[in-house]
C-alpha cells in the first residue's frame, strides 16, 4: 500500500494550500492535470529566486500547454490583461520577468533530473499513453518531487517580448465593416488573408 | 443624478449573476477592464446561438486584448487545456464552435450599432484616454446595452485552426539539453534562433 502524501496538508505553493490550489485547477482547467500541478511548483521557484523588492512581473510560457493555466492561476498574469505571454515554442518552460528592463528567471524541467523520478519522467517524454499511466501515482511523484525536477536560471527578455505593444487607434474596415487596428493597413488581417474562416 | 441599474440584481451571464461576474472579473484580471465585461456578453450571446444539444465546443479569440479573459471565466475553454485559441487579429470577435467539425457562432462588435452608446463607442475607439473617460458611466453603458452592440454570424473554421495539433514524441536537445517536440528537428526551435531570450 502506498502511503499518502498527509505532507501535503501542509505544503503551499506561491502561498496557497497545496489542496486548494489542486482544487482550483480542477474548477479552472476542468481537470487535475499533471503538467498545471507541476507547473505551480515551477511558479513558485520562479517567484523564489526573483529580485526581493516591489517590482512589478510580468511572465512568458514557451509552451501553451498546462503551464498558462499555472501561471494564470498562481500570478495575476493572465493571457487577457496582457501580463502573460504565451510563445509557443513547445517547450516546458516559463519566466517571470521585471515588467520595466525584463530581467527575471526562468524555470525549466531537467531531464537530466528525472531520471530520480521515473513517473515524471514517463509522462513527460509520453513513453506511456494517458490510459497506461497511474495518474494518482504520477501526481504523487510531482506532489514529492515539486521543484526538484527544475532547473532555473537568470534571463533577460527581447525588448520585442516585453516590451508592451498597444494598439493606439482604430478603424473600420471597408470590406468587413468592423474595426481593426489602423496600423494593419488599409483593411483588417483577417480581410486581406488571415481569417481563421472558411 | 444617474439611476443605477438596479436591474443588474436579476441580470445573469451564462447563468452567472453579473455581480458575481464582475467579482470574478476583478480577482482574475485584476480590474473591472470594461473589455472583458462586454466580452462576457459576447460569449453569452454566442452561447444562446449554438445548437442545442450536447456538442463539445472550444473558442477562438481574435484578439489577445480581454475577450480571452471573459472566456476563460464563462466557459470550459482555457488557454492550458488547448480549448481556447487566441489568433490575434486585433479584432473584438470571438467564436465558439463544435470542436469535431469546426461550425460555430461567431459574435463581434458592430460598429453601426456604437451610435447609440457614445460612451462605448468612444471607449472602443480610444477617442478618449482612459483618464478622460467615466469608467463607471462606461460600465453602466455596457450593462444596459449589454449584447445589443454585437453582431453574430454562423461560421466554420479551417481545419488547421480547430484541429487538434498534439506532440507525440519529445526528444532532448543537444544545445540546451532541455526536451522539445521531436518533430521541430534536430535542435529545439529556442536553439535555432527563436529563443526570447538576450
Redesign the interface.
Known sequence: MRAKPTRLRDKTICSVPVGKFVERVKD????T?P??IL?GYMVELAYRNLPKGDILFDA?S?T???????I?LLT?C??????LK??D?????L?LYDKSN?NGI?V?????KLESFPEIRTW???LKTKKEQDLDVLLDEIHAGGSQVCGFMP????PD?FAPRR????R?CPIC?????AT?GDC???CSG?T???
Chains 1, 2 share one sequence.
Do not use: M
Not at 479552472?28 to 481537470?31: D, K, R, V
Open positions: 479552472f482547467h476542468g481537470a492535470a503538467g498545471v507547473g512568458l514557451e501553451r500547454t498546462c503551464l498558462p493555466d499555472a494564470q495575476p493572465t493571457i487577457g490583461n496582457g501580463w504565451v510563445l515554442l513547445g517547450k516546458f518552460a519566466s525584463g526562468r525549466f524541467v531537467d531531464p537530466a513527460f517524454f509520453k534571463v533577460r527578455l527581447k517580448i494598439h493606439k487607434t482604430f473600420v465593416h468592423e474595426s481593426y487596428p494593419d483588417c488581417r483577417a488571415k481563421p474562416y472558411l
